[in-house]
Nanobody, 123 residues
Framework: QVQLVESGGGLVQTGDSLRLSCAAS????????MGWFRQTPGQEREFVAA????????VKSDSVKDRFTISRDNAKNTLYLQMNSLKPEDTGVYYC????????????????WGQGTQVTVSS
């Protein structure tokens, strides 16, 4: 089992920045590719960004490509999402996820999920 706990969400204004963190425990962190997803009520969970175990392979959705940065600190068993130039359409619950694989994935085929952290961007 892998336990994932997100933090760092909040209410911000358009153009502001936030950094989300995801603390992992339970298994060897470097055995897992990690991802961030977001979801709004009535919508499917949407891929945001993913990173492989080493941090060398990163994939991001087109909607966040130039504004968000995904990273991981394997010594701290922590995943990050730096979000800059936030827009109202970035509002949602952000989830981190772990996938026991060397390969990143943009689908929801992840093995473990956190409980999510709310991000609200006001206009």
């Amino acid at each position: 089992q892998v336990q994932l706990v997100e933090s760092g969400g909040g209410l911000v204004q358009t153009g502001d920045s936030l950094r989300l963190s995801c603390a992992a425990s339970g298994r060897t962190f470097t055995d897992y590719a990690m991802g961030w997803f977001r979801q709004t009520p009535g919508q499917e969970r949407e891929f945001v960004a993913a990173i492989d175990w080493s941090g060398n392979r990163i994939v991001k959705s087109d909607s966040v490509k130039d504004r968000f940065t995904i990273s991981r600190d394997n010594a701290k068993n922590t995943l990050y999402l730096q979000m800059n130039s936030l827009k109202p359409e970035d509002t949602g619950v952000y989830y981190c996820a772990a996938r026991r694989s060397m390969v990143v994935a943009t689908t929801t085929r992840y093995d473990y999920w956190g409980q999510g952290t709310q991000v609200t961007v006001s206009s």
